[in-house]
């Protein structure tokens, strides 16, 4: 059947970090260069995983080679047909390894972003973020109301949200503090939950953090009232299938959680977490759900329309996006429907 290319589907992506989208062979160039090692790369589950995101982290220690990570991922996402991108960065991991003040790395990572939109148009607004695993009293010497302060900061000059990711087994009840600072500020906050753990993980970080959305969420379809709470709360789940996958959340891609979301009503985006582990770039992440699950154009438009509506983007990149998209479902269908 011919469908509609993916790839021209104008998307914005919600749901990855920032060193977990970085270029493989970049990060092998920073780790030669570094004479570090950054291991087998090898993880089942997310407590392994963040090991091994964190060695990958700690390859990225000199300010330009910072800014590059930035500049190519907003190009990466530009060649997937991402016109939004909300990339989630931690400036913690930065303001000991660049020894720099957190304005300073972040006007680095606003460098590198610039660079990438004056040469593809692809429009970004950061996600500033806590790593639960950093505690709340955080690294370094810096908090995460400190981080959420400068996420306030920033609102208005490039930061449109507020995420806190790592282990879900450390609970967000602490963190609430650092939430309100966001909230007060009119960021977007998004806590991963309902990734590793279930539905009370999810109702904690709804009543700690009144989410905007949740990176992943998808373990929400273990609970009935859970699901009628976001669907009636319009509250976004940003899904990772192939992270879920890799990270043991769902075991076959034909037992994920997607179809129950959608089914409930629940709002859902299509996301990579982490390209550089999980080796899907978004348009395969589309493509995956659309021939598992069969979804048509017109499905795939609806989620694309949402990751619009739902992000931080100014109201008129908004518009430009959701017409974008009517057009695409105007056109005709291309020969292969990804290229
Ligand atoms: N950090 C990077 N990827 C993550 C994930 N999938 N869950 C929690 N923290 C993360
Ligand atoms: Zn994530």
């Not at 992506?13 to 990060?27: D, M, N």
């Not at 550089?276 to 770039?281: A, E, I, N, R, V």
């Not at 694309?304 to 931080?312: D, F, M, R």
Request: proline share 6%.
């Amino acid at each position: 059947m011919r469908r509609r290319s993916i790839k021209r589907l104008p998307k914005a992506h919600l749901h990855l970090h920032l060193e977990g989208s970085a270029r493989p062979e970049t990060i092998k160039e920073f780790a030669a260069l570094e004479g570090m090692d950054v291991g087998d790369g090898v993880f089942s589950n997310l407590p392994e995983f963040i090991v091994v995101y964190a060695k990958t982290a700690q390859t990225i220690r000199r300010p330009e080679n910072l800014k590059r990570v930035c500049r190519e991922l907003v190009e990466d996402e530009a060649a997937q047909g991402v016109w939004w991108s909300e990339p989630m960065g931690v400036p913690q991991y930065y303001w000991e390894r660049l020894k720099l003040p957190v304005d300073e790395v972040y006007a680095i990572m606003q460098e590198g972003f610039a660079e990438g939109t004056k040469a593809t148009g692809t429009e970004v607004g950061m996600m500033a973020g806590i790593n639960r695993n950093f505690g709340v009293d955080g690294l370094f010497g810096v908090n995460t109301v400190q981080v959420a302060e400068f996420a306030a900061r920033n609102k208005g000059n490039g930061v449109v949200s507020f995420g806190i990711a790592g282990d879900e087994r450390i609970p967000p009840d602490p963190f609430k503090p650092a939430f309100d600072v966001a909230h007060e500020a009119g960021l977007l906050v998004v806590p991963h939950a309902g990734e590793t753990m279930g539905p009370g993980s999810v109702w904690s970080a709804i009543q700690t953090s009144r989410p905007n959305r949740l990176a992943h969420g998808v373990r929400a379809i273990e609970d009935l009232d859970l699901l009628k709470y976001l669907r009636d709360n319009q509250i976004t789940c940003d899904v990772a299938p192939t992270s879920n996958l890799m990270l043991g959340v769902a075991n076959d891609i034909e037992l994920h959680q997607l179809p129950k979301l959608l089914d409930a009503g629940v709002p859902v985006t299509i996301n990579t977490d982490d390209q550089t582990f999980f080796g899907m770039l978004l348009c395969d992440e589309y493509k995956l759900v659309r021939d598992t699950f069969g979804l048509s154009d017109y499905e795939l438009a609806g989620m694309a329309k949402v990751s619009a509506l739902a992000s931080g983007a100014p109201e008129a990149t908004k518009q430009r996006i959701l017409q974008g998209i009517d057009d695409w479902l105007a056109s005709e269908p291309d020969e292969d429907g990804v290229g």
